[in-house]
């Protein structure tokens, strides 16, 4: 199932629908949604590469790998010994990493950025260390939720954020995280802060992603989901030397259909032995 506008008088016995996405944005206002059928999502299938992802893309920034290709493609070295270089890399290890949204890929990243000498911060909604729930595939995340030095709640935003050298959204879009992070947010963070969005491009404001990146109250942007997408190309973004834009990737894997297989056939099990299924959508969140 594509999109969820199929009849459902045509599918009467049907109980259940396994998504190979992890997003449902696109079945809000579709028959499947307004039905009592079960719906799971395809949720941590995607959390090794774009925790991948989100470590390269904290690195690109962090030593301006974007000036880099810049000046290469102008031919032009950029080093005087004398002079102050725009080079001066914001090292990972003992920088403070924020998780917005710590679900399967969140956990990925703080494993990934531990593994680097960060210190991580979290949110979720009840700001408690959590059990993992989810699916993700062996040896990845953080099951016990013990990686991060604290958490957050979404409200508790302005107390974390002035701690933040870098800040990863990995939110689900819906109605609350609609914007979530805007103009008061992006003031909150230190000017050499990090921003990477592997979320929703609706979960940022880009006027005002723009406008901090423009007076050099941000110290770069890495942006594989942009709102609308395709980014316009008039978007001043595409042209800024600290920011890296990506279409949509960062989900994308050699493996990814195995570990969608491997999660479909534990949800059949589940299913069939009349147990709680991975990834079950909750309507009432709208995700």
Not at 137 to 165: R, V
Not at 235 to 251: A, F, R, Y
Request: hydrophobic share 45%.
């Amino acid at each position: 199932m594509v999109n969820g506008a199929f009849d459902l008088k045509q599918a009467p016995n049907l109980r259940w629908v396994q998504l190979e996405s992890a997003g449902v944005n696109q079945l809000h206002n579709t028959p499947v949604w307004q039905s009592d059928v079960a719906i799971t999502t395809a949720s941590g299938v995607h959390a090794v590469q774009i925790a991948e992802y989100v470590l390269m893309s904290l690195l690109a920034l962090g030593y301006r790998l974007p000036l880099a290709q810049r000046l290469q493609a102008k031919s032009e070295w950029q080093r005087d010994p004398f002079e102050p270089t725009p080079f001066k890399p914001l090292e990972l290890r003992n920088a403070t990493l924020g998780i917005i949204g710590y679900g399967a890929i969140g956990r990925q990243v703080a494993r990934l950025a531990t593994a680097f000498g960060m210190r991580v911060l979290a949110t979720k909604r009840s700001g408690r260390l959590p059990a993992f729930d989810g699916w993700t595939p062996e040896g990845t995340g953080d099951l016990d939720g013990t990686l991060p030095a604290q958490y957050y709640t979404l409200d508790e935003l302005p107390e974390m954020l002035p701690a933040c050298d870098a800040v990863v959204l990995a939110l689900p879009l819906a109605a609350q995280t609609k914007h979530l992070f805007g103009k008061a947010e992006l003031a909150l963070l230190p000017s050499h802060a990090l921003l990477v969005n592997i979320g929703r491009g609706g979960l940022l404001d880009h006027d005002a992603l723009i406008a901090v990146l423009r007076e050099g109250r941000l110290g770069g942007a890495a942006l594989d989901v942009t709102d609308p997408e395709p980014l316009p190309a008039e978007s001043p973004l595409w042209h800024m030397e600290n920011v890296i834009i990506t279409p949509h990737i960062s989900g994308m894997s050699s493996h990814y259909n195995d570990r969608a297989v491997e999660l479909f056939a534990e949800n059949l099990r589940r299913y069939l032995h009349h147990e709680s299924l991975l990834n079950e959508v909750q309507r009432d969140l709208g995700y």
